[in-house]
């Protein structure tokens, strides 16, 4: 449905509520600050268009938007490409590129392909996300270490080599400030979680710098004076030749935008236990790149950490967001001038901690116990955004995903096993069926046919989605389940954790070799109690009975499904793996 969530939450808008988000947009306000800065001056271009896209960008983002909490800014997942547009085609191609995703955006909102966004395996997202974090670590160096030295190469390889070529002429006050900051964003949390770590950061190393005239880099000895108001609203130049040679970077720009966007507002959907209006978030996403340009901004999606403050402080409503934008104006109009003090030693620390945050590196671990082709997709994925670029690395990863998942259909097809993912098992003539078991109350059993890879899982939360009261005891049942990937994996081990966080009991049953070992290897199996991986549905029921305190039941007659016949021996409960 395309109407912004802000129309339907304004409805009992109460006067506590606006005072929980006025207090949530402000301390998100005061977060983003550093991280608009930082993340416009690791993408070359000044550090006010970082400003101007949080504050025109957020608030388009909290207005139009299709989720409640979500805040829209400049995000590290756009370093590493306007970077690369800004060395090809500068600032001019920088704001046609994102006005062209802009309108790519809106065109994927009205066509309804917010789901289909969430198509894209996850080994591709975490490899390009792993790739960018590692690429900005890389170019955050040069002032983290005080190097005096020129601009660094765009090439990755050569950056490194450039950099241990100058290596010798670290700046002590530099590296003194940077340790300082890096030391106060990571012992700050222990001190408070409602005032950022990095504002203290901030505004510590900016006074000992001024205080102690040490001699580093700042924003104004680099940028010059940042200014205090939005500048005025204007097109950039733009002929045919331009457009065609940027349709491949807009694309991934707005490819970009829809998936950190949906990501965000899928997390922020279970911290707060709502649903987002995926098409309409990705319409909004589309208006805020179309006006942060003109407005002298750069590309602009929704922001994870930042959405996530908002909740934890208790935003429930866009008018969190709405606030955020306001503050950070307020903020530029009166104190824009001071932020030409802030020392970049201190901006590279903060933008270490965020490339150490978005590097998804346990994520990386697990998918590489996955079967081989998500290894590959991860590898290839990772490899590509590192020493090509992006645009490379996400259309190669997704192609590639295709590919290998073709081929793994192919070869489940050969045993004659393929089902439609979620069937009504209760209208086949079936023995094994649930039909003919008593269900306990209070748990519900959800059966996948079929393999449970990255396009399949999107029906399975709608599947939990669909129960309006949470159960006490979830039975996954994978009896036609032969193949399962790392999406699968991961979504499993979501619905695992957010089960476990809520007191409802999780259970697998009918679990199959490949899958076994493939939740073993990822570490699952050895998170979950060893009796709640059984081998047949009655002895889940069973279990979950235990569990519940209730008596046992008479069983009734079983059968061997034409599944175990056509595949081999069906497990019989958790076996051992090597």
């Known amino acids: 449905m395309l109407k912004p969530k802000l ?4 409805r009992g808008y109460s006067r506590s509520q606006f005072l929980s988000d006025s207090i949530a947009g402000v301390i998100v306000g005061v977060v983003a600050l550093p991280l608009a800065i930082a993340f416009a001056i690791a993408s070359g271009v000044s550090p006010e268009r970082g400003l101007f896209t949080a504050i025109i ?7 139009l938007g299709g989720s409640r909490v979500q805040i829209g800014g400049p995000t590290g997942a756009f370093v590493v490409i306007v970077y690369s547009i800004v060395q090809k085609h500068g600032i001019a191609g920088l704001q046609v590129a994102t006005l ?19 198509f894209i395996s996850y080994p591709v997202i975490v490899g390009f996300t792993s790739g960018i974090a590692l690429i900005i670590f890389s170019s955050q160096i040069k002032d983290f270490l005080g190097l005096s030295m020129g601009s660094l190469p765009p090439d990755f390889l050569e950056k490194w080599a450039t950099i241990f070529r100058h290596v010798d002429g670290i700046n002590p006050s530099a590296l003194a400030i940077s340790l300082l900051s890096l030391a106060t964003i990571l012992l700050w949390r ?14 510590l190393s900016t006074a000992v710098t001024q205080l102690f005239h040490l001699p580093v880099e700042t924003i ?18 733009m002929d045919l030749a331009m457009i065609r040679a940027l349709v491949p970077t807009a694309t991934t720009i707005a490819l970009l935008a829809g998936i950190e966007a949906l990501l965000s507002a899928v997390v922020a959907d279970g911290m707060i236990g709502g649903r987002h209006r995926s098409n309409m978030e990705l319409v909004a996403q589309g208006i805020a790149n179309l006006l942060s340009p003109i407005f002298g901004g750069i590309p602009a999606t929704g922001a994870i950490a930042r959405t996530a403050t908002n909740v934890k402080n208790g935003g429930r409503t866009p008018v969190a967001g709405i606030v955020h934008a306001l503050t950070l104006l307020l903020i530029m109009l009166c104190l824009g001038r001071w932020a030409t003090l802030i020392p970049l030693a201190c901006l590279a620390a903060i933008l270490i901690v965020v490339a150490y945050n978005m590097s998804e590196w346990h994520s990386f671990l697990m998918v590489l116990r996955c079967p081989r082709s998500d290894v590959i997709v991860l590898l290839t994925t990772f490899g590509l955004t590192v020493l090509v670029d992006l645009t490379a690395a996400i259309q190669t990863g997704v192609l590639l995903s295709v590919f290998l998942f073709m081929r793994r259909m192919a070869l489940v097809t050969n045993v004659g096993v393929i089902r439609q993912e979620f069937v009504d098992e209760e209208e086949r003539d079936d023995p094994n069926a649930i039909s003919s078991r008593a269900i306990p109350p209070g748990v519900e059993v959800y059966e996948i046919n079929g393999p449970f890879f990255f396009g399949a899982s999107s029906k399975f939360l709608e599947a939990m989605n669909e129960v309006s009261n949470a159960p006490k005891m979830r039975i996954i049942r994978m009896r036609n389940v032969l193949a399962i990937d790392a999406t699968g994996i991961h979504i499993l081990t979501e619905e695992y954790s957010n089960s476990t966080r809520h007191g409802i009991g999780f259970i697998l049953s009918d679990v199959h070799a490949q899958p076994l070992v493939a939740l073993d290897r990822a570490g699952l199996l050895s998170r979950m109690d060893a009796r709640d991986v059984t081998g047949h549905i009655d002895d889940a029921l069973d279990r979950a009975r235990e569990r519940l305190g209730l008596p046992p039941v008479p069983r009734p007659a079983r059968s061997v499904p034409t599944v175990a016949r056509e595949s081999g021996p069906q497990a019989a409960g958790p076996a051992p793996v090597a």
């Open 7 to 10: 129309l339907t939450t304004l």
């Open 57 to 63: 960008a957020g608030l388009a983002v909290s207005l």
């Open 100 to 118: 062209m995703a802009g309108a790519m955006l809106i065109l994927m909102g009205l066509a309804r392909f917010g789901s289909a966004i969430k």
């Open 190 to 203: 222990h001190v408070s979680r409602r005032v950022p770590g990095s504002l203290v950061a901030l505004l």
């Open 220 to 237: 104004g000895s680099r940028f010059g004076v940042i200014p205090s108001h939005l500048p005025a609203p204007t097109l950039p130049p």
